[in-house]
């Protein structure tokens, strides 16, 4: 018989776990679909099958993976949702029981696991080379079927990334390689970083192994057209204070940050720190050259959110607040400057994916009309904000939360012609809709609503792969 989930800020209301998985063939649209929206909109998220141990502390990044598949074809939607079948959901559904301490907590491991097996899949989703990978940055890859969900299993392009993968690679538009990176890639606490180049085909292409200064949990990386930029940030990871029972992973306000800039085709000999003032983002939204600068815009903050320092206590909100933020490397002073971009509360930056790495026009993210005290609560709009003319447009509905927008291009379009998608989680009525909205007039509305059958619970990132 499964335990109950404890009272927890992150396991109530839109976070709370669903706990099921469903097939719905024909879903309720309202509004029109756009006849040129061909294709599926994946969202991964944690959806935790049991419950931690009592002493454990829960955490919004732990849970099993579970990813939300729309599919839209010929005027007409499907949604299907599956765990991801990992090493660890598998041993626990075996138990009957959770076995694994919260983010990988060794403190709390049954005897029966090993910390090596904690894998949860549950942060990002990528298509790449007709395939499908559910990712989460201490394992590698785990592919899944594209149309089913079915998992298939652990993809290490020969073995080029076994270990730890980021859930944020970089696509090149137009090449169509795949850049990524895995932090403590030579064991927990490791400061070595493996660089990775995937083809267009979906093969190992290079492989580099480099250092931070100091073992930071790297969440994202920047691409240019010339340049991979690896941000060292004061988020630090601790084995030792794993084994206290304390968060392994916290922030060490002593700690300086570091831009590790490096050819994107260069090797180790060719990497190039670069330190700066403390200073924190999760998610970059894209990167750019100009002259010889590389330009990074970013959903930044002055501390990590979610995060504890090293002596347990919680960011203040103001200083957890993240907001578009513009990061500038100076490659000839050998300097970093941070600039403000829009003091609107955001998340999830994303970009019209057909320019990542070039100079981009426009920013989507979902944001905050409505200021809160926490993340707890969520972001009610979804916004596109124009580089050129610093204006932000938002579509608000007072009392909802939106996830993270995603970026579906009409054919043969200039950048940000096409489509915003964002799940819509409805507290009124305990109800979630997948929304369309015109990227260049996202105030003007959803074109199309496509309602979720049950309710999609708050979760991370999102894909669209066009049919």
Same mark, same amino acid.
């Given at each position: 018989?499964?335990?109950?989930?404890?009272?927890?800020?992150?396991?109530?209301? @839109?976070?709370?776990?669903?706990?099921?998985e469903?097939? !719905?063939?024909?879903?309720?649209?309202?509004?029109?679909?756009?006849? #040129?929206?061909?294709g599926?909109?994946?969202?991964?998220?944690?959806?935790?099958? /049991?419950?931690?141990?009592?002493?454990?502390?829960y @955490?919004?990044?732990?849970?099993?993976?579970?990813? /939300?598949?729309?599919?839209? !074809?010929?005027?007409?939607?499907?949604?299907?949702n599956?765990?991801?079948?990992?090493?660890?959901?598998?041993?626990?559904?075996?138990?009957?029981?959770?076995?694994?301490g919260v983010?990988?907590?060794?403190?709390?491991? $049954?005897?029966?696991?090993?910390?090596?097996?904690?894998? =949860?899949a549950?942060?990002?989703?990528?298509? @790449?080379?007709?395939?499908?990978?559910?990712?989460?940055?201490?394992?590698?890859?785990?592919?899944?079927?594209?149309?089913?969900?079915?998992?298939?299993?652990?993809?290490?392009?020969?073995?080029?990334? *076994?270990?730890?993968?980021?859930? @944020?690679?970089?696509l $090149?538009?137009?090449?169509?390689?795949?850049?990524?990176? +895995?932090?403590?890639?030579?064991?927990?606490?490791?400061?070595a970083?493996?660089?990775?180049?995937? $083809?267009?085909?979906?093969?190992?292409?290079?492989?580099?192994?480099?250092?931070?200064?100091?073992?930071?949990?790297?969440?994202?990386m920047?691409?240019?057209?010339?340049?991979?930029?690896?941000?060292?940030?004061?988020?630090?990871?601790?084995?030792?204070?794993?084994?206290?029972?304390?968060?392994?992973?916290?922030?060490?306000?002593?700690?300086?940050?570091?831009? +590790?800039?490096?050819p994107?085709?260069?090797?180790? =000999?060719?990497?190039?720190?670069?330190?700066?003032?403390?200073?924190? !983002? /999760?998610?970059?939204?894209?990167?750019?050259?100009?002259?010889?600068?590389?330009?990074?815009?970013?959903?930044?903050?002055?501390?990590?959110?979610?995060?504890?320092?090293?002596?347990?206590?919680?960011? *203040?909100?103001?200083?957890?607040?993240?907001?578009?933020?513009?990061?500038?490397? $100076?490659?000839?002073?050998?300097?970093?400057?941070?600039?403000?971009? #829009?003091?609107?509360?955001?998340?999830?930056?994303?970009?019209?994916?057909?320019?990542?790495?070039?100079?981009?026009?426009?920013?989507?993210?979902?944001? *905050?009309?409505?200021?809160?005290?926490?993340?707890?609560? +969520?972001?009610?709009?979804?916004?596109?904000?124009?580089?050129?003319?610093?204006?932000?447009?938002? /579509?608000?509905?007072?009392?909802?939360?939106?996830?993270?927008?995603?970026?579906?291009?009409?054919? +043969?379009?200039?950048?940000?012609?096409?489509?915003?998608?964002?799940?819509e989680?409805?507290?009124?009525?305990?109800?979630?809709?997948?929304?369309?909205?015109?990227?260049?007039?996202? !105030?003007?509305?959803?074109?199309?609503?496509?309602?979720?059958? *049950?309710?999609?619970?708050?979760?991370?990132?999102?894909?669209?792969?066009?049919?």
């Amino acid at each position: 018989m499964a335990a109950p989930f404890p009272k927890h800020p992150f396991l109530t209301g @839109h976070a709370a776990p669903f706990g099921a998985e469903l097939d !719905a063939p024909d879903l309720i649209v309202t509004g029109a679909l756009p006849a #040129d929206l061909q294709g599926t909109f994946y969202r991964n998220g944690p959806d935790p099958l /049991y419950p931690p141990h009592p002493d454990d502390k829960y @955490h919004p990044f732990d849970g099993d993976g579970m990813i /939300y598949a729309f599919k839209i !074809a010929d005027g007409r939607v499907s949604l299907r949702n599956r765990w991801v079948r990992t090493p660890k959901f598998r041993a626990e559904r075996a138990a009957g029981r959770r076995l694994f301490g919260v983010l990988g907590n060794p403190r709390f491991n $049954d005897p029966s696991v090993s910390p090596a097996e904690y894998d =949860t899949a549950n942060t990002h989703i990528w298509p @790449h080379a007709g395939r499908l990978f559910a990712l989460m940055e201490g394992c590698p890859p785990t592919e899944l079927d594209p149309e089913t969900l079915d998992t298939i299993g652990y993809e290490t392009f020969d073995g080029a990334t *076994a270990g730890p993968f980021t859930a @944020h690679p970089k696509l $090149d538009p137009a090449t169509g390689e795949l850049f990524a990176f +895995g932090w403590s890639a030579k064991g927990p606490g490791s400061t070595a970083l493996r660089y990775n180049v995937i $083809d267009a085909a979906g093969e190992s292409a290079s492989t580099q192994w480099l250092d931070q200064p100091y073992c930071s949990m790297m969440h994202d990386m920047a691409l240019t057209e010339n340049f991979a930029v690896f941000p060292c940030l004061p988020l630090a990871f601790s084995l030792e204070r794993a084994m206290r029972g304390q968060s392994p992973t916290a922030w060490e306000e002593e700690r300086s940050a570091f831009f +590790g800039v490096m050819p994107r085709y260069g090797t180790a =000999t060719d990497l190039r720190w670069i330190e700066a003032d403390p200073t924190f !983002a /999760y998610h970059i939204a894209n990167a750019f050259e100009r002259g010889s600068e590389i330009v990074i815009d970013v959903a930044g903050s002055r501390k990590a959110p979610l995060m504890p320092d090293s002596s347990g206590r919680q960011p *203040a909100w103001a200083d957890a607040r993240m907001t578009l933020k513009r990061w500038v490397i $100076d490659l000839a002073a050998g300097r970093m400057r941070e600039e403000s971009i #829009d003091d609107q509360s955001l998340q999830f930056p994303r970009i019209d994916d057909r320019v990542n790495g070039r100079t981009n026009r426009f920013i989507y993210f979902n944001g *905050a009309a409505k200021e809160a005290n926490s993340r707890i609560e +969520g972001f009610d709009s979804v916004s596109a904000f124009d580089l050129e003319g610093g204006v932000r447009r938002s /579509y608000t509905v007072d009392g909802s939360f939106f996830g993270e927008p995603v970026f579906a291009p009409r054919a +043969g379009g200039r950048e940000g012609e096409g489509y915003l998608m964002a799940l819509e989680w409805r507290p009124s009525t305990h109800t979630s809709a997948l929304v369309i909205l015109d990227a260049r007039n996202v !105030a003007d509305g959803p074109i199309a609503e496509i309602v979720a059958p *049950a309710r999609v619970p708050a979760g991370f990132h999102c894909h669209w792969r066009p049919a």
